[in-house]
């Protein structure tokens, strides 16, 4: 039996061209799960065109960029995490970003995501975590969505510097959050995949991404952040449009077919695993 991998592209909403790449993969089928910054500024003009698609739709939360230039600075990732440790998140200004990026959600959908995540893993910090599960149940009761579970997949063959990178994720805050998830009763994929150093071009990427479906298992997610668009732009502008080329080709068919992969919506792949 193939195995069932989600594969999902972030950063939905925060340009043009990072919608337009996710919207034609999700048209094509290479991705099966889109994150979405619901506060970028562009969400709101392209969700009409994500919704139409068949793919898992999540709220990506976002607590350590900028987008919105009439909302509150975004602290840098680096503070955050040294004031989540530190137990000195201003709960209050929590739960007010959570409820505003969540509304705008069901004003653009209609519903409940299908899933939350964050940007660069804030979902997985401490003083964060509990106010999302509390606000899923609040919102949601019973019908919670699922939560992305952080904790690195195998890592056979991976580089050392993207090894690291992913234990590091997952040493952030993995371990408690399924563990609060269970305990929740909210569900999860099993393990994440996708982590690298978000450069080196179209042929690292495709090493790499050959090298994450090798590894992968039943219920596992690949992560991935892929734009379409013209114009040289910066040097992570060029890797998601590197992201995409090597998405969008053909040999990526091939890749599948020779790891035992299947994309696969998040109810789908999690069938049949245990979270371990």
Not at 4 to 19: E, K, P, T
Not at 38 to 65: K, M
């Amino acid at each position: 039996m193939n195995k069932r991998v989600v594969v999902c592209g972030d950063d939905f909403g925060m340009n043009a061209a990072v919608d337009a790449g996710m919207i034609a993969l999700a048209g094509m089928r290479r991705i099966s799960a889109v994150s979405c910054l619901t506060l970028g500024p562009t969400f709101a003009a392209n969700a009409p065109r994500l919704a139409a698609l068949d793919v898992d739709i999540g709220l990506h939360v976002n607590f350590s960029e900028t987008l919105d230039p009439h909302g509150d600075p975004m602290p840098a990732l680096g503070a955050l995490i040294l004031k989540a440790y530190a137990g000195l998140l201003d709960t209050a200004w929590i739960d007010a970003q959570l409820a505003r990026q969540m509304d705008a959600f069901e004003a653009a959908f209609g519903r409940a995501p299908d899933y939350v995540d964050g940007h660069q893993h804030v979902h997985q910090l401490p003083g964060i975590r509990g106010r999302i599960l509390d606000l899923l149940a609040r919102r949601y009761g019973t019908r919670t969505p699922w939560l992305r579970q952080t904790a690195p997949g195998m890592l056979c063959g991976i580089p050392l510097k993207e090894s690291l990178k992913a234990r590091v994720i997952g040493a952030l805050g993995a371990r408690a959050l399924a563990r609060e998830a269970r305990s929740s009763g909210v569900r999860t994929n099993r393990r994440l995949l996708g982590v690298y150093a978000f450069g080196g071009g179209r042929r690292r990427y495709a090493q790499l991404l050959q090298t994450w479906l090798f590894n992968a298992r039943d219920g596992d997610l690949v992560m991935c952040h892929p734009a379409q668009g013209d114009g040289p732009g910066d040097a992570l502008a060029r890797q998601r449009r590197a992201e995409f080329e090597v998405l969008s080709s053909p040999r990526l068919g091939e890749w599948l077919t020779a790891n035992g992969v299947r994309i696969a919506r998040l109810a789908s792949a999690a069938r049949g695993f245990s979270a371990d």
